[in-house]
């Protein structure tokens, strides 16, 4: 019997006959089994690399993704193979992909663009720019330098001003100024002036140029800055006129007039003013020639020591005590606090020791101020300080505060303080903390 009669071979495969049994082979590609029957998954072996596989039952095929080709999309495409990049920039290959690297003074993704540096105004002081492709130049103004001219040239630097009369040099845009000293004038003081061109000293007076100014060496009796002043012999150091007379000045000499009783050429002749004791009460006498002076006792007043002193002149008690006449002179009554024979001595009211001995006496006019140490509080530094407490104000319209007094000294450059405050209506405001400092 021949058991290919029927065909059992699918798709066309070749039928071998054997013995009672068959055998199909050349079966298509992507067919398998014993009658050729079974479909092979031609893709489950994963061969494309950088694809999706596709079965089409006889065969298979990879569908690449981009930027990969080769039957298994196993071989990068050069994107760079075409020279997609322009003016020398240099390509590099990607995946579907290109990158240029432009050379200097291009721009754009194939570099096609020339950069315009001069769009971005680099060049200062109103230079001109021109854009010369990878870089730029900078034409400068007179007076400036520099590769963007940002540089004003100094023109003193020249030293065409003349050293000798200038002060100093102004530098300006492409130009300069010479400031010149006092004496000098020019465009680069280079001229000097005569200061004694215009004959400014009097009286046959000789003129000394002296640079920025003049000097007159005067003749006697001359002086002054131009000798315009005539000095005579009343200028003289000392006054040729003694005993406070006053002195004229005469041509080529000089005249005294002399205080009443006194004499003399240079009123030299004076009188004994102290004769006749003149002084009362036993008053001293001072003669000075044109005039005496009486140095009086204590009680009299005067020029002569003839009027009695008043004993309670004004301020004779100080810190306000108050002044009473006595048959021997006066007494001062002190006020609370002080003491001495005219009130001039503040009571020490810290002698007594009235502190404790952890705090420190400061003495008061009339009283003490105990300065506590620290927490301790009260008049007599005896009461602890209360560290938390409340304070409520219950006044709604007249302004209400408490005052907390430290009376130890805070020495420091900060402190801190904890409080919380409250306030009874909507929209209240105040002073919440203020500190003050007192002695």
Not at 162 to 176: A, I, K, M, P, R
Not at 282 to 303: N, Q
Request: aromatic share 6%.
């Amino acid at each position: 019997m021949h058991d290919c009669a029927d065909n059992p071979c699918a798709l066309n495969a070749t039928c071998i006959d054997l013995v009672n049994d068959f055998e199909c082979q050349n079966c298509p590609k992507g067919f398998k089994g014993k009658r050729c029957h079974i479909k092979e998954d031609l893709c489950a072996s994963s061969p494309c690399v950088h694809g999706t596989c596709v079965d089409s039952l006889f065969k298979r095929s990879c569908l690449c993704e981009e930027g990969w080709t080769g039957e298994n999309c196993e071989t990068n495409i050069d994107e760079c193979v075409d020279s997609p990049c322009k003016n020398g920039a240099t390509c590099i290959d990607g995946i579907g992909n290109f990158t240029c690297h432009c050379q200097a003074g291009y721009r754009g993704v194939r570099c096609q663009h020339l950069i315009d540096h001069c769009a971005a105004q680099p060049c200062s002081n109103n230079a001109t720019c021109t854009n010369l492709g990878p870089s730029y130049h900078c034409a400068c103004l007179l007076g400036f330098d520099g590769v963007h001219c940002e540089h004003n040239i100094d023109e003193c630097k020249l030293g065409k001003c003349n050293t000798l009369g200038t002060e100093t040099c102004q530098d300006g845009v492409n130009s300069f100024e010479c400031v010149c000293k006092q004496g000098w004038i020019g465009e680069n003081c280079e001229r000097k002036i005569d200061q004694c061109a215009d004959s400014p000293c009097q009286n046959n007076a000789t003129c000394v140029d002296i640079g920025s100014t003049f000097r007159c060496d005067c003749k006697s009796p001359w002086s002054g800055i131009r000798c315009e002043i005539e000095m005579g012999f009343c200028s003289s150091n000392p006054n040729p006129c003694k005993n406070d007379g006053h002195c004229v000045n005469l041509l080529g000499d000089y005249f005294c007039v002399c205080p009443e009783g006194v004499s003399g050429k240079n009123c030299e002749i004076a009188p004994n003013r102290c004769l006749g004791e003149p002084c009362l009460h036993g008053g001293v006498c001072g003669d000075f020639g044109s005039r005496l002076e009486c140095a009086c006792p204590k009680g009299y007043t005067g020029a002569g020591c003839q009027y009695l002193e008043d004993s309670c002149a004004p301020g004779v008690c100080k810190n306000g005590g108050e002044c009473q006449r006595t048959s021997s002179g006066f007494h001062c009554k002190c006020t609370p606090g002080f003491t001495g024979s005219r009130c001039e001595t503040n009571i020490d009211d810290c002698s007594s020791s009235p502190c404790p001995e952890s705090a420190t006496c400061i003495d008061q006019i009339n009283t003490h101020k105990c300065l506590c140490s620290l927490n301790m509080t009260g008049a007599e530094c005896d009461k602890p300080i209360e560290v938390d407490y409340d304070l409520h104000f219950y006044d709604p319209v007249r302004p209400s505060m408490a005052i907390q007094s430290v009376p130890a000294r805070l020495n420091g450059t900060a402190y801190t303080i904890s409080l919380w405050v409250k306030f009874d209506a909507p929209n209240a405001k105040g002073t919440v903390l203020r500190m003050m400092s007192s002695s």
